[in-house]
């Protein structure tokens, strides 16, 4: 098929970072991936889409390349559960392991709702720290998330442990 690009989003008309959308576009393609493998999709729409590399960001689109009608499609078909971890991937740009690994410390649903994105692993130091604002469709899906589950992470396991890349295989 041609090649595709993806139109990224913007916060407050500023571009979002190349590697914020690359993430976002990774753990959709991962997704669709397992989704056809295990026959719950046909095709992978996001195979061979790429982001610009002259022009990284558009501050005339408030959305991905997926318009609102089709995140609805998408997230109405699937499990509550699921839905509200796409919701949350959708709204933030997070990494797939960026999700796995927040903790409930890190979520602050105050005034203004962010999570705080810690790289590091373990006891060591953190490596680097941003924040990452919640609205709309994350800000509910995360909300509901820690509703629903007991555990520290906020993603985490039926046991409370880290996911992995098999929870959209099932």
Known sequence: HP?????????GGTPLAANTCRNALNLLRASFTDACETGRAHTNPFRGMKIPRARTARSDDAWTFLRIDEQTNLI???PRADARLVEFAIGTGMTQGEQ???RRMHVHLDREPYVDVILGSGDRPALSKRSVPLFGMALRAVR????TSPHERV???????AQGRARFSQ
């Open 3 to 11: 090649e595709r690009h993806i139109l990224v989003a913007t916060r």
């Open 76 to 78: 109405q078909r699937m």
């Open 100 to 102: 796995w690994a927040l």
């Open 144 to 147: 509901e998330q820690m509703e």
């Open 155 to 161: 993603w985490a396991s039926s046991r409370g442990g």
